[in-house]
């Protein structure tokens, strides 16, 4: 069964478990369709009304940006949890002889690399949750304004996640140009997403003040 | 049909529609919810691993803690959207003479106070699993440390937005002394979490620096 279509009850408690997955890159994507679907829920109560009609092209952009993103997201909770399995499939080749031994080397350096795509993904999709709350601050129902602060923090714990399961892939691989490029990127999404989060949330308290 | 029941791509596209339920509440709840169930996992993945045996005592007292709070979580999804009802129900209170004028405006302060009471107790829950993955810190699987992080910040986020529904009630509340107390453990609250989190995620970084 795909992780979507348990209950939410049922997804959280197999969360709990020791059950291989979900695991902790599948809570982070959920986390993230959270935050865009709370950003979709804000365009959703601005849309058709008189007062904001000047930013109606905007709202309705980014509420489309963000029904692709919540897509996106709820595909990455199961995604993140296939990642692993070619890391699994890898580790069990055979090691009997040299080149037995070289090629299973070979493959399971392959097979993180491959596992880091999905939470890659994940990452830059959070990102982009932040960037369209930050894009309809003071352009979209006031109502709902602390909704686009809390999915901007909702996706910012998501990508924080996905970079977690990032990070703990790369310490397994040995090719040490590939990961100080990647590392080098992380530093860069975690410092844009921040700046982008504090902005979001200094602007929405403001409002409120 | 209780909203925990619905399968985590309803409930997110639900939350993503400008349908009065869930609202930004219930999504605050679950990402505490999700936080617990982290904490709960990285317990799962320590009990009974030799290693770790003399923290056994601490790891099962944290699992129970966290099994709880995921069950008062997972209400909290529900009972956050239930809050508003007796605001909505007090408005629609008879206002025709001066009488009912008062007893309509009373009933509504009295109904924002008691709606504050959900938000309060799942902001409450998010800062005991917090406090739950700091004490877990080096006292738990060492391969699973990154979940712990990444629970802390869920909880952080669960936190933010159940403060922030506590906030718009107060928002609407007459009683001065009310509100300024209420504000001042909001501050607190807010404050202490935030140190904890910074807690845990320096010392999970410095794990794998």
Chains 1, 2 share one sequence.
Not at 18 to 37: N, R
Not at 161 to 168: C, D, M, Q
Request: proline share 2%; hydrophobic share 45%.
């Amino acid at each position: 069964m795909n992780l979507t279509d348990m209950t939410v009850k049922a997804f959280t408690e197999k969360l709990a478990s020791d059950a291989p997955a979900p695991g902790g890159g599948s809570a982070a994507a959920l986390s993230g369709a959270l935050g865009a679907a709370l950003i979709s829920m804000v365009c959703n109560l601005t849309v058709g009304k008189e007062k904001y009609a000047e930013f109606e092209p905007l709202v309705k952009d980014s509420l489309e940006k963000a029904t692709s993103l919540i897509k996106n997201l709820l595909e990455g909770i199961q995604k993140d949890t296939n990642a692993f399995d070619g890391v699994i499939a890898a580790f069990g080749m055979p090691k009997a002889t040299d080149a037995e031994k070289a090629a299973r080397s070979e493959a399971i350096q392959k097979a993180y690399k491959t596992a880091i795509l999905s939470p890659e993904t994940t990452a830059k999709d959070c990102l982009e949750v932040i960037h369209l709350a930050k894009g309809l601050l003071h352009k979209s129902n006031k109502n709902a304004a602390s909704d686009l602060a809390v999915g901007a923090m909702q996706a910012f714990a998501g990508l924080k996640g996905a970079l977690e399961n990032v990070h703990i892939n790369l310490a397994a691989i040995k090719d040490e140009g590939y990961v100080a490029e990647k590392r080098t990127w992380m530093d860069e999404l975690e410092k844009e997403a921040k700046t982008l989060l504090k902005e979001v949330q200094s602007s929405v308290s403001a409002m409120f003040a």
